[in-house]
């Protein structure tokens, strides 16, 4: 039985200035904001105001009356997350501390709650007071960013502020709390994978563990039962081992029905059912939807040094996604409804994979579930980024390695997550970041973790999947090209232009990215019109990157000319941006799986930022989402030019499972709008899971300075859909784009487009919250347009609007 203790709680800090009635699950800074006692800190400057608050502590209390005591032999309280340092007192008595935000904490209480009123408190302590503290203590230690002390506290790395996001540093109790009552024992960590296949039959291991907040004295007087989908399918003894009681074991299943990723196959998940019986008497069950599929990560030796490829059901997959952070700085603003928008947007661009970044949280269940569901694969880093963490001490070590045990059980039954993965950077820090030197006994400062403890924690707690140190990793240095996952950084914040992305050949690119504005009306929201200047204090605050708005200006002026006005800055940071992450996601996908992933920095925002991100905070998509519905679909006709050959060559990459036909045709016109040249390749058969080159063009057709002044527009028609892209020989800066003259018509809750010359980035902005079905697209004179889009207050503008309102033609 559950007795919830969400809702209303009082809440006072220690200095008195504040005495409020908040919310739990929820945070100290969500409750003022939401009640105007402090300003909202992601408008304008008022980030600041937030640091007032980082140094109190505050009492979090409750009053709960209860009519009647549970029989029940097990009575405990249970705090799924508390932000994040805490003693924890019912009616007066100390029932413990907290010491890490990423751990469930239960208490038993049976002899503690009584008939009548009960008085729950809660005192959180300052979470920058605490682990400086601790570091004055033990001494600094490297890390990046201002709050040198974070390695010392378990909590979320990226409230102390990142390149990308706000300092706001919370605390509250930010998941529910409850008190359970149960009978002998309950279940926790319940867990089936398929261990072998052949064909359709195969061979499933469960296993989970038995816990009391009572000593269990006789586990032979427990057994599980698993049932699927409604039909009992085997019985496992409980055991117990090192004080610790659990249960697993294997059966066979006949036709089964597996897992697959995001574009291979189904999603099916099965039903799967585990009831705890004592002497023959269930007293506790647990029901999951479970996913069944095998996980293989392939890293064989080869020419270039040695793959780094995802296997599920044996066959092999091109991952193609982004970077996860957490959706909000205030975590406890996060709803249901937001990670089932942000998760169906991804699958809807054709991602399969997102990567959890680690340096935000352990996410919600309802994210895990969801990826389950969409067939999104889910590469989990723990929680330590970019920092020195001070595994030398005991304590540290022994919270870490209870954290990541428990992480594990809690989400190993989630097909959708395929790799364990250390932490964020930290190892590429131990090679090559000065602050990262520090060593105890020869050994750099977190890799007792990443090498020894929680390698070994994986492979006893979930054989099912592969544990990988750290992001990157792999080869004679962390951040190798030959072999591991690599993150590509020189392009951007190192001044290379997104046409370095054609040297990299790394096996697996986990990070790379180029930064651009959110949506006009999200800088409405934080920035008043007389503020929005590209280098005003308000829009610089909102670009957390050290010369971020001087590296959007630089990469507009090298592609598209000087640009001073703001509104065409903002809409060519879009433009740019996705052009750059294209010409790199091409590149890499041509190399498949040579290259066999793809995961941009980032899919989303914590609040409303210039960023790397594809989706702003208010989840209104920019041109880079458009863009990679293109680039990551199924089917990915593209033009590169290879100057040693003095060629244009024409490829398709395929990600279907089987061979298929399709209609390929390419055209080449002038920005005039005259076709210059054309060739209609009709069917062709594209093998399945493949890269084909269909044609080499030589440039003898048409020379190259008259090639400067056109775009290529390429198409593959299949099983009536068309799949686009186009291809420059020149810089828009070199270009004298002229009007498209650009027309549509209404069809329904459809949109015509047409146009007499060829038309860049074409923009439809509405005034409504109505996204249209495609965005920022460039179109041909052959072309007949078609994007759904109900909204009846549209403005269409393209490229060429922009840079002549910008002064560039």
Known sequence: MIVSLNGKWQIEDDKGEFKIIGNVPGTVQGDLISRSLISHPYMGLNEKTMEVLEDRSWQYTREFELDTLSSEENVELVFEGIDTISDVYLNDRYL????????????????????????????????????????????????????????????????????????????????????????????????????????????????????????????????????INDESVAEFPVKNIANEMYFDGSFSLKDIRLWFPNGMGEQYLYTFEFKLKYKDIEVYSEKKKIGLRTIELIKEKDSEGESFIFAINGKRVFAKGANWIPADNILSWIKPEDYEKLLHMAKEANMNMLRIWGGGIYEDERFYTLCDELGIMVWQDFMFACAEYPDHLDWFRELSNKEIREVVRRLRYHSSIVLWCGNNENNWGFDEWPMMTHKVNGEYLGNKLYLNDFPMICAREDPSRPYWPSSPYGGDKANSPKSGDRHVWNVWSGGVDYKGYAHEKGRFISEFGFQSAPDPKTIDFFAEKKEQEIFHPVIMNHNKQVEGQERILHFINLHFGIITRFDTIVYLSQLNQAEAIKFGIEHWRARKYRTAGTLYWQYNDSWPVFSWSCIDYFKRPKALYYYTKKFYATVLPFVDYKPSEQAIQVMIVSDLQEDESMEVSLEIWSLKGEKMWEKRYGMLRI???????????????????????????????????????????????????MDPELTYVREGDSLIFQCKRPAFGVYMETEDNCLPSDNFFTLVPSMRKKVTCSSEKIRVRSLYDYLKEGGAL
């Open 96 to 227: 413990g501390s907290t010491e890490d935000m990423f751990l469930e904490y239960r208490f038993d209480v049976k002899d503690v709650l009584k008939t009548g009123k009960n008085v729950l408190k809660v005192n959180i302590k300052s979470p920058v007071k605490w682990p400086r503290t601790l570091e004055r203590m033990y001494g600094k230690i490297g890390s990046t960013h201002e709050e040198s002390s974070r390695p010392y506290i378990r909590k979320a790395q990226y409230s102390y502020g990142w390149d990308w996001g706000a300092r706001v540093v919370t605390s509250g109790i930010w998941r529910p709390v409850y008190i359970e009552s149960y009978k002998k024992a309950r279940l926790t960590g319940c867990t089936a994978y398929l261990e072998e296949l052949h064909d359709r039959e195969g061979v499933i291991r469960v296993s989970g563990y038995v816990t009391s907040a009572k000593r269990i004295d006789t586990p032979q007087d427990y057994i599980v039962e698993v049932k």
């Open 687 to 737: 093998l399945r899971d493949s890269v084909s080159t269909i044609d080499l063009i030589s440039t003898d057709v048409l020379p190259l300075d008259i090639l400067s002044n056109t775009v290529v527009y390429l198409s593959a028609e299949y099983d009536g859909e068309r799949y686009e892209n186009h291809f420059l020989f020149n810089e828009f800066r070199n270009m004298r784009l």
